[in-house]
C-alpha cells in the first residue's frame, strides 16, 4: 500500500528485548549495572615489604605501651632502668683440693680411735699421722670426681645451689674434726705435764735396838 507523503506509519513494531526490559523495570536494570561495575578487578596494589609491615607494627606498639619512651613525656631521652644482676649461683670449686684432702683424714681418726677401744693398739697417733701424710694423695684423683658430679647434679636442678653448697660445707667441716682431735690431745697432754709429780715418800728409820 503506498503512502502519500507526510503520512505516518502507525503500525506497531517489536522493541528489543532489552529495550523492553529496561522501560519496564529500570530498577532492575541500574542493579544490573551496579552488578556490572562492583564485578570488575580492582586495580593491583603494591605489595608491602615485610621489614617495613614489621618496622610498622613495632613503632605501633612502642607508641601504645605507657613505658615505652615514645609515649613517655621526655621522649627517648630518659635512660634505661638497669635490670637487676642474677645471683651468683655456688661454684662446686669452692671446695679446694686442701679442703678435700683434710676431709680425708677423718676416716684414719676413726679407724685409731676404734683400734684403741679394742685394745688393738694403746696410742692411736702413729694412725693419725698416716692419715695426715696420705689424705693428699686421695684426694687428688677424688676431687676431679666430685667435681664432675656436683657439676652435672646442678645442670639438671639448676635451683638447687644451695643443696651442693651445703654438701661442700659438710666436707670442710669434716676436715676440722682431725685438727679438733689433734687440739684436744695436744692440750691434754700440756695439762698432765704442768701437774706437779708426786714426791716418794722417804722411809722413817726405826729405833735402835742395842
Known amino acids: ?84 644482676s642474677p645471683a651468683a649461683s655456688f661454684d662446686p670449686a669452692g671446695l679446694t683440693l686442701d679442703g678435700l684432702a683434710a676431709a680425708w683424714q677423718l676416716p684414719f681418726y676413726a679407724l685409731g680411735v676404734a683400734l684403741r677401744a679394742m685394745r688393738v693398739t694403746p696410742d692411736p697417733e702413729p694412725i693419725f699421722a698416716v692419715g695426715r701424710r696420705r689424705a693428699k694423695d686421695l684426694a687428688k684423683p677424688s676431687y676431679p670426681i666430685y667435681e664432675h658430679y656436683m657439676r652435672e647434679y646442678l645442670a639438671v636442678n639448676p635451683d638447687d645451689t644451695v643443696g651442693v653448697a651445703a654438701g661442700a660445707t659438710a666436707l670442710n667441716a669434716i676436715g676440722i674434726v682431725p685438727e679438733i682431735i689433734d687440739a684436744v690431745v695436744k692440750a691434754r697432754r700440756k695439762a698432765a705435764a704442768a701437774q706437779p709429780q708426786p714426791q716418794p715418800s722417804t722411809p722413817i728409820p726405826g729405833p735402835l735396838v742395842t
Open 1 to 84: 500500500m503506498a503512502r502519500t507523503r507526510g503520512a505516518k506509519d502507525k503500525t506497531l513494531r517489536k522493541k528489543p528485548f532489552h529495550q523492553r526490559r529496561s522501560a519496564q523495570h529500570p530498577a532492575a536494570a541500574k542493579t544490573v549495572t551496579l552488578t556490572a561495575v562492583t564485578q570488575e578487578s580492582p586495580p593491583d596494589r603494591p605489595a608491602i615489604p615485610p621489614d617495613e609491615f614489621t618496622a610498622a607494627i613495632a613503632a605501633e606498639l612502642q607508641t601504645s605501651q605507657p613505658g615505652s619512651p615514645a609515649s613517655s613525656p621526655h621522649g627517648g631521652d630518659a635512660p634505661a632502668c638497669d635490670s637487676p
